[in-house]
């Protein structure tokens, strides 16, 4: 058996909490016993008692203090209370729910507190995007916590209806967490991928980055597929079948047939199309160029040979689809389709044997990629790049664990793999980055003590 000192993040931040000392251990080390179960230290970490860590994480409501008066903010109660009681035994197994609603909403700021204040007492953590245009998160907790949050999200009438997507997590996953930094594929945006150790809800000009402020699904988007529905129209050969996401995504998995815009960003999308397509306007134009300078339909294209008759769009959960949708409605496009709930709801309801999904599904959460029935797929993760890495990956010589792989190493300079080489020993010295103080510096002397020393050496 193999001893690892990690302190597990959330059970150790709610006893720290419940502590009767004034100054706990600052550096605190726990003991776990785990069984190795592969040679990539990521998965080799999983904790061999998940009982054990259920017991810890099941904290008594008295360690979170706090008035029980609601607090009105815009119309809407916020519930100062902490964690739910239940005597459901489900309610203390944990859930990860995406969801996203576009709407006009211009005080999107007032939000934020409130609804941050609620996931901190509620423990629910996640990542949460606020803007004019609506709502977009991903967030993890007990079931009944969640619905708790979301139930507050929707008191507004402006976010009613949420687009939902489900999935089951266990304690041991939500103790073992890597940072995800805002200038990675996984950073809060892109169906707001989040971290597990806390709750970020952030402002933005937009749910999902686009970079175009005419686009407004909110004012129309293409027409909803059922999963049960989208093997026929893709299959149909005047649909064109266009993959929305991005090509770290695509690379591991697409449905059969569709169009890979190779894009590295979904602000990318637009120049594809143009590029790619003609739309009327561009036709109009090149049209007059056909009659003065002669020049045939073949060199510069007609709306039969380059406008597509019909465009069936998918994405991870239809965030995307629903922009790029929009999107190609205001370019001309007439008939545009896109799969209601995403990737992620064709393989929870399609039945692999009926399926042309050909792959796996990459997520923005630890499980990495999924395939048919949501069940986790065989992808690691870099932890340099953000990017889904196969085992084969993982043979190559540019393969270093939480440092590089073969898609960024060359990318990476010397003094960034540096960077990522302490990250990860911090990360295997204390279970989470940046130490046991994340990356603040210590207050290592009692206040008054820098004073005193700064003027006695000017003296």
């Not at 507190?113 to 007990?142: D, F, M």
């Amino acid at each position: 058996m193999i001893r690892y000192r990690s302190p597990p993040l959330l059970a150790l931040r709610m006893l720290s909490s419940c502590t009767p000392h004034p100054k706990p251990n600052p550096n605190p080390r726990l003991h776990f016993t785990l069984k190795p179960t592969s040679r990539n230290p990521q998965t080799s970490q999983l904790i061999s008692n998940p009982i054990r860590i259920s017991q810890a994480m099941q904290v008594s409501t008295s360690c979170f203090a706090g008035s029980t008066d609601p607090t009105t903010i815009s119309g809407r109660p916020v519930l100062t209370n902490s964690v739910p009681e239940s005597g459901d035994p489900n309610s203390s197994s944990l859930v990860v729910i995406s969801f996203y609603k576009f709407a006009d909403f211009p005080d999107h700021a007032n939000l934020r507190k409130p609804l941050k204040r609620l996931c901190e007492e509620l423990r629910v953590s996640g990542g949460i995007i606020l803007a004019p245009e609506g709502i977009n998160g991903s967030i993890c907790g007990t079931r009944e916590s969640v619905e708790r949050v979301l139930g507050f999200i929707q008191s507004d009438e402006r976010l009613k209806g949420l687009r939902q997507i489900e999935s089951p997590v266990s304690p041991e996953e939500e103790a073992i967490h890597h940072g995800h930094t805002s200038n990675s594929p996984l950073a809060a945006g892109e169906d707001a991928p989040f971290r597990w150790d806390h709750v970020r809800v952030k402002l933005k000009t937009e749910i999902v980055t686009l970079g175009m402020p005419t686009v407004s699904p909110i004012e129309r988007v293409g027409k909803y597929v059922k999963p049960r529905e989208w093997n026929a129209l893709i299959s149909d050969p005047d649909t064109v079948v266009i993959d929305v996401r991005n090509d770290y995504e695509t690379r591991i998995g697409k449905f059969k047939g569709a169009v890979d815009p190779v894009t590295t960003a979904f602000r990318e999308f637009p120049s594809w199309v143009e590029d790619q397509f003609q739309n009327d306007k561009t036709t109009h134009k090149e049209s007059k160029v056909e009659i003065t300078d002669e020049i045939t339909d073949k060199e510069v294209g007609s709306p039969e040979k380059r406008m597509p008759k019909r465009v069936a769009m998918y994405c991870t959960g239809g965030i995307r689809c629903e922009k790029a949708s929009s999107f190609l409605l205001s370019e001309g496009f007439e008939e545009v389709y896109h799969l209601e709930g995403g990737i992620l709801k064709y393989l929870e309801e399609v039945p692999k044997k009926e399926s042309l999904w050909e792959g796996e599904c990459f997520v923005f959460d630890k499980r990495v990629s999924v395939e048919h029935g949501l069940v986790q797929g065989t992808f690691k993760l870099c932890y340099g790049c953000k990017q889904p890495v196969s085992d084969a990956d993982m043979e190559s010589p540019l393969w270093e664990y939480g440092v590089t792989c073969p898609y960024c190493y060359s990318s990476k300079s010397e003094e960034e793999k540096e960077r990522a080489r302490a990250r990860q020993r911090q990360f295997e010295t204390w279970g989470i980055i940046g130490g046991p103080d994340k990356g603040r510096r210590p207050r290592s002397k009692p206040d008054g003590i820098n004073e005193s020393f700064t003027k006695l050496s000017n003296s």
